[in-house]
């Protein structure tokens, strides 16, 4: 097999896309069919060396390069909801501007990626699609939050808890033993209660209500029974 001979351009160059007189830098290099493909300007074309020619090389006429000022509404680490996926929470891990640019027409796109909290789950979604819950400074705060009300579903299976005598005892002896202080727990609950009223107000969603509803089962259990398990 013979060697593969090295790329024209490398990653970084400053090249003209000769077709159509414009200037970008090379993003890629990729092996294709036995020769050399490139990325410019992280687009989703690629080019044949061909069609390509280092700047300082080129003679051609340039294209006059337009200034464009993307304003950005949402941030990294941002806690948003999508639309379409009900009271599910998506923080912000990247985002991106698609560029188009037709005869008579033009308009730029903001795309946002997206990991849902719960599982991690990767998403895409337009500026529109979103909702914001919680800025970067304050979403870890929210999250953590968030944190004890899932560890209490988690341990007691909320809502779906039979509440039997048995397995009452069993979870509150477990989730007391976790938080060891009541006083943590009734703090915790007050806070998360906040929030989903909050949520509730913004969006008007039943979900937020009956988590709410749920937090104050919890709470009334505790003031009745001095944070203790009965039988």
């Known amino acids: 097999m013979s060697k593969r001979k090295k790329p024209k351009y490398k990653i970084g160059d400053t090249v ?12 890629d290099v990729k092996w294709l069919d036995d020769m050399y493909v490139y990325e410019v300007n992280k687009s989703e074309g690629l080019y044949m060396e061909s069609s390509l020619q280092m700047l300082s090389e080129y003679e051609g006429e340039i294209m006059e390069k337009e200034h464009i000022d993307i304003e950005y509404k ?12 009900g009271s599910d929470l998506f923080k912000i891990v990247g985002f991106r501007t698609e560029i188009w640019r037709y005869k008579e027409d033009a308009w730029e796109d903001v795309i946002y990626e997206l990991s ?5 789950e990767w998403l895409e979604a337009g500026e529109e699609e979103l909702t914001l819950v919680a800025d970067a400074e304050s979403a870890d705060a929210f999250i953590q939050k968030l944190g004890l009300l899932y560890m209490i579903n ?18 509150e002896k477990e989730l007391l033993e976790g938080i060891k202080e009541r006083k943590v727990l009734i703090d915790g609950l007050l806070d998360i209660y906040n929030d989903y009223r909050i949520l509730y107000e913004m969006f008007h969603d039943d979900e937020y209500k009956h988590i ?6 919890k709470l009334k259990h505790l003031a009745n029974n001095d944070g203790k398990s009965t039988v």
Do not use: W
């Open 212 to 217: 709410m509803r749920v937090i104050l089962r």
């Open 16 to 27: 003209v896309i000769t077709i159509y007189g414009t200037v970008g830098k090379v993003t």
């Open 154 to 171: 988690k341990k007691e299976k909320l809502p779906e808890l039979k509440e039997t005598a048995n397995s009452f005892r069993k979870a």
């Open 74 to 85: 949402y941030f990294f680490g941002d806690l948003v909801q999508v639309k379409g996926y």
């Open 116 to 120: 849902r909290i719960n599982d991690g």
